[in-house]
């Protein structure tokens, strides 16, 4: 039975990474984390882009913008949203989330989600790098995965 799937290697591939400022605590390891992923798979350092936006609500906006302007084969978004006492994190983390689906669906550029939605700066914290890994590393690799899937879903069909 043939198989497609997506090489996790980000030699020639261009990618942009929209990052979240508000957290920055949170979000700076995980920029490092996504282009730790990036080199260790092959990766230029010259091929990412890394674009700045004030908060996550706002990464569905920019991450769209990204993509309009063309030039990148993938996009990663990264952010994180702290639970507080309000309603407040329900509405951003859901929006953030919806909006950033939303732009992957409207699109052939692959487009991953690092946005960490937690209750606590210490299980956001972890995420970024402590003790459960850090998901902008792994956000990057299925970055990776994808642009490359996308490439092997539209190579044209070999001849037998």
């Keep these: 039975m043939p198989t497609i799937e997506g090489a996790l290697s980000a030699s020639g591939l261009q990618f942009a990474i929209v990052a979240a400022r508000f957290n920055g605590l ?51 978004a990264l952010g994180a949203v702290i639970r507080g006492a309000t309603p407040h994190f329900d ?7 919806k909006g950033i689906a939303s732009a992957a669906a409207n699109t052939d550029i692959a487009i991953s989600f690092g946005v960490l939605t937690t209750d606590t700066i210490e299980q956001a914290l972890e995420r970024a790098g402590c003790k459960s890994g850090n998901k902008g590393f792994d956000a990057a690799l299925a970055a990776i995965e994808l642009a490359n899937l996308r490439r092997a879903l539209t190579a ?3 001849k037998k």
Excluded: N
Aim: proline fraction near 7%.
């Design 26 to 76: 949170i979000v700076e390891p995980l920029i490092t984390g996504a282009l730790d992923a990036i080199g260790r798979s092959g990766g230029d350092a010259a091929a990412v882009t890394i674009v700045r936006c004030p908060g996550a609500w706002e990464l569905p906006q920019v991450v769209r913008w990204v993509v309009d302007r063309g030039g990148v084969d993938a996009v990663i």
């Design 156 to 158: 044209p069909k070999k």
């Design 91 to 97: 509405y951003v983390a859901g929006e953030a989330a």
